[in-house]
């Protein structure tokens, strides 16, 4: 499914700045942000994107168009350091079928986007399964795929990161600019304990990001003195929760983990609490539930959260994107919007530096080189990685929900 409207521009200066981009609409075709910009000696009208793939309708579309419009606005405010003679597009696919983040869906932008020899990098996806789809894929075809928000460990080290990468082994195409699941779920059972919380009742949605979210809460957590008195796992597109929760409500926990996403149950699950007697036991996830209050609205109260990434808000380095994305877009940054403009950064420079002196049109090959070798300031801070891909400055915020609203707790830097 293609989404948003198409937007050209082309600009008529080498002064055009940021203020030229269009703001992306939610419609039913291909958001498409052309930009030029600086002098080079490369031929008129050469044209290189940036494909987007991310959950745009339905149940995610509430993060997922505020991380596609990061990602466009970073593209826009490239345009002043491309080649002239270049224009450097960002097209976005929708990869939700019925209202929810697809894997076989996403895996048919990925190959729109490889078949179009244009494209020269992917920003995207937002959600860990579909990128366990992708990643076979973009590998296969030496596509350069940046994450702004997939967390789930075995993406990228281990057994199961070397078999997405079978068709070439030896070399990585999946980065990102998020930490981890492990990192995810260990500071949350650390920071339930510190809340005094004895007694965990978990729930996963079976999909990569909750497994893997909820084990390694579950493995913290009970080694730091906690108890898990029982795990469960839900079906697919479950959407009354009441004979889980009474089961739930027996088992009397203190805090429930939700190893998931809103939209997979996460949000349903939250606001049914109320209705069996939960609504005054605490509820914990990743940041699959940064979104919590779309669904729950002031029944997310007692809820928290982490973000794989720092508070955009609270950096000084975030502060000129913060109020270029209110100008653009008149709203606030969505969870994953810095993390986004960050990965889009990091294509278009790279796709830069590919072009280089000689002005030709790069290879894919080289523009995977470049961005294994980034070294950047973005908004989030600097930006560099490890030779299986993974961000080396890792870090993670803490949130709670008040009067239906996130607040930030702490941010926290991770060692590697």
């Known amino acids: ?67 596609e419009q990061g990602a466009l606005l970073a593209i826009a405010q490239m345009q002043k350091s491309v080649p002239r003679g270049y224009t450097l597009q960002g097209e976005a696919l929708d990869d939700s079928v019925q209202g929810v983040h697809n894997p076989e869906q996403g895996v048919s932008n990925v190959r729109s986007f490889i078949s179009d020899s244009a494209v020269l990098a992917v920003v995207g996806p937002y959600n860990s399964n579909v990128a366990r789809a992708e990643i076979p894929v973009t590998n296969a075809a030496g596509m350069a795929q940046i994450g702004p928000s997939v967390v789930a460990d075995n993406l990228t080290i281990g057994p199961d990161a070397q078999q997405l990468r079978r068709a070439n082994p030896s ?32 729930i996963d949605d079976n999909e990569t990001y909750g497994l893997d979210l909820a084990d ?22 479950t959407q009354d929760f009441k004979s889980l929760l009474l089961k739930v409500l027996a088992a009397k926990p203190d805090i429930v983990f939700f190893g998931g996403v809103t939209s997979t149950g996460g949000g349903l699950i939250r606001k049914q609490m109320f209705s069996v007697g939960l609504g005054k036991t605490a509820y914990m996830g990743g940041d699959g ?3 919590l209050a779309t669904v729950a609205a002031a029944q997310a109260d007692g809820s928290y959260y982490t973000l794989a990434a720092p508070d955009a808000t609270r950096l000084p380095s975030a502060q000129a994107f913060v ?16 993390n986004a403009y960050a990965a889009a950064q990091v294509a278009a420079d790279a796709i830069i530096r590919a072009i280089g002196k000689s002005g030709a049109v ?18 989030i801070g600097p930006i560099s990685f490890d030779k299986y891909g993974d961000v080396t400055n890792p870090v993670l915020s803490l949130y709670g929900f008040k009067n239906g609203q996130p607040y930030f707790i702490r941010q926290i830097q991770l060692k590697l």
């Open 216 to 237: 390694r809460f579950e493995k913290d957590f009970t080694a730091d003195g906690g108890t898990v008195l029982a795990r469960d796992h839900l079906a697919k597109n």
């Open 323 to 338: 109020k270029a994305y209110r100008a653009k877009y008149n709203s606030d940054i969505g969870p994953y919007s810095a």
């Open 362 to 379: 790069p290879s894919r090959a080289a523009v995977v080189a470049r961005v294994a070798s980034t070294k950047l300031d973005t908004p």
């Open 1 to 67: 499914m293609r989404i948003s409207a198409a937007v050209a521009i082309i600009a008529l200066s080498a002064c055009s700045g940021a203020n030229n981009a269009s703001t992306a609409k939610n419609t039913t075709t291909t958001t498409t942000t052309a930009v030029t910009a600086a002098p080079s000696p490369a031929p008129a009208g050469r044209v290189v994107k940036i494909g987007i793939d991310l959950p745009l309708s339905g149940g995610d579309a509430s993060v997922g168009i505020s991380t």
């Open 289 to 291: 539930l940064a979104d």
């Open 171 to 202: 070399l990585n195409t999946f980065f990102r600019v998020c930490t981890t699941d492990s990192r995810q779920g260990s500071a949350l059972a650390q920071f339930a304990r510190s809340l005094g919380f004895k007694h965990a009742y978990i």
